[in-house]
Every structure is written in structure tokens, then in C-alpha cells.
């Protein structure tokens, strides 16, 4: 399902239940070690998803740990992004060469629970929603905003190591399943990335996002 929103060059794998949980190497399963059986379960499942996608790009089964702020520290020159809600785990991968940044998430497709939306949007943001929700009273705009900036979040923390809030992000949904995400944080560090392109996907009980940005093309030399 996901791999309808990718852009090109990602690869990505997904699971709809924890029946086919990746073997743990011993560095994970420490980490899960006296953890709730569900997560342990979550976990390995987008395990499997990660590694199955990482085999489509050629690169061969490794710990995928946490780093700094609980990002996954991919094998070098991978960018990837892994997403598990309630009937779901996915993960999407990419040659850094070619993907700068890549993030994804998935959440159940059901309204926010009341009073969130306010510290998830602005009041530009929200006055959008509404429009949008005239238009499209099928979707939950509220939740699809929430899920969009959780995934530019996480194309953005493993680039910078740094906080970004709901306020720092402003997100604009176009036609057809496009977004786009504007950055303004108090203080980015030197050639952060402050613009990502997304899409956007709801399919049955879940809605999911995923937001890249390209990488530069090497300057060509003379
Ligand atoms: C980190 C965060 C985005 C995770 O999202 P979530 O909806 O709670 O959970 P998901 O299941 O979709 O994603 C969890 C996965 O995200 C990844 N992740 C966790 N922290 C991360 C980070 N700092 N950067 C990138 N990826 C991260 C991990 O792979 C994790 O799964 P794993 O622990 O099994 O490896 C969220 O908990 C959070 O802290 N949000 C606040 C920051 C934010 O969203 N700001 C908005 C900026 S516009």
C-alpha cells in the first residue's frame, strides 16, 4: 500500500500483523529484553519490514539500532524511516545518494482526540483543514496533519539531531494526495533542509504519510 505514495528509488516493505517477525540479532533483542510483549512484537515485525526492503537495495541484513532521539542508525549511505500504528508496520529505504531524507508514518484513519489538533496546527493550518474538509468530509484532516508533520519529524531529527515542534512546521495539502511541509526552526544548523514534498495515502481504517526530499546533484566537475 505504501509504496503507492513513494517516490522514486525508495523501496519499502509492510506487514498487517506480527506473523512474520524478523530473527532478532542479539544487539535487538538485548534492547527488547523486559519489554511489553506488544512492543517486542512491533518491533521485530518492522524489523522484517526493514530488512526486506534493505534487500531490495542490495544491502545485507545488520542490527538496525537506535541512534540519538531514538532514529534508526542505518547502514552507511541508507536513508529510511519505520512506522508501526495498530494493524500496521511498514519501513521505506533509499540510496542517500539519491534521497537526502525520507520519512514516514502511519496512524489509525480516526479523528485526533479532542484538544489535540489545537498544538498540532496553527491557525492558518486549521483554517485550511476546514476548507479542506468541505470538499473531502471522507478524510480526517485532523489526524493527516498530525501524521504529515510526524513524518517530517523524522525526515528532519536524523539529518540535524535536533528537536523540531508542531509550531516550527507549516503544512499545506495540495490536490491529488500532495503536501508540502515549510520549516522555520529558531535556529537551524548550517544547510539544514527546510522544504519537504509529500504525499499522502488513506486506505480503509489507516492513513499514512511519507515526506522525501532529493538530494543534490554531485556538481559535475571539470
Ligand atoms: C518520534 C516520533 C515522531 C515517532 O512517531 P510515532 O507516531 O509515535 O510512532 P511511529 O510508530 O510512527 O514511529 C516510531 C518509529 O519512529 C522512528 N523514530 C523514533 N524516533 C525518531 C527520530 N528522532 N527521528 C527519526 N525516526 C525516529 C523509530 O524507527 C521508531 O520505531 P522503532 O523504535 O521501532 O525503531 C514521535 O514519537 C515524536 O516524538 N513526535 C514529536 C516530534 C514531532 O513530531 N514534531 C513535529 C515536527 S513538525
Redesign the pocket.
Known amino acids: 500500500m505504501i509504496e503507492e505514495i513513494l517516490p522514486p528509488g525508495v523501496r519499502s516493505a509492510e506487514a498487517f500483523d506480527d506473523l512474520a517477525p524478523a530473527p532478532l540479532f542479539p544487539e535487538e533483542a538485548a534492547l527488547m529484553a523486559g519489554r511489553r510483549a506488544r512492543r517486542q512484537r ?2 521485530a515485525t ?1 524489523r522484517a519490514c526493514a530488512r526486506r526492503s534493505l534487500a531490495e537495495l542490495g544491502v545485507a541484513p545488520a542490527p ?1 539500532l ?1 541512534g ?5 542508525l542505518w547502514p552507511e549511505g541508507v536513508v529510511g ?5 495498530d494493524g500496521y508496520r511498514a519501513a521505506v529505504v533509499a540510496r542517500s545518494a539519491r534521497t537526502a531524507a525520507l ?5 489509525p484513519a480516526l479523528p485526533l482526540p479532542r484538544g489535540v489538533l489545537g498544538l498540532v496546527a496553527s491557525d492558518t493550518e486549521r483554517a485550511a483543514l476546514e476548507r479542506l474538509a468541505g470538499a473531502r468530509p471522507d478524510v480526517c484532516w485532523d489526524r493527516l496533519m498530525f501524521s504529515a ?2 513524518a ?3 525526515a ?3 539529518a540535524t539531531r535536533r ?4 509550531a ?2 507549516e503544512v499545506e495539502f495540495g490536490p491529488g494526495g500532495t503536501f508540502t ?1 515549510r ?1 522555520h526552526p529558531a535556529d537551524p544548523p548550517p544547510g539544514a533542509c527546510t522544504g519537504f514534498t509529500g504525499r499522502w495515502l488513506v486506505r480503509g481504517d489507516l492513513l499514512m504519510t511519507v515526506v522525501s526530499r532529493e538530494a543534490s546533484p554531485e556538481p559535475v566537475s571539470r
Open positions: 512491533q518491533f518492522a538496525l537506535p540519538p532521539g531514538g532514529a534508526p524511516s519505520i512506522t508501526h500504528c520519512g514516514i508514518d502511519a496512524e508533520k510526524e517530517v519529524y523524522k528532519w531529527f536524523p528537536w523540531l515542534g508542531f516550527d512546521a511541509a520549516l
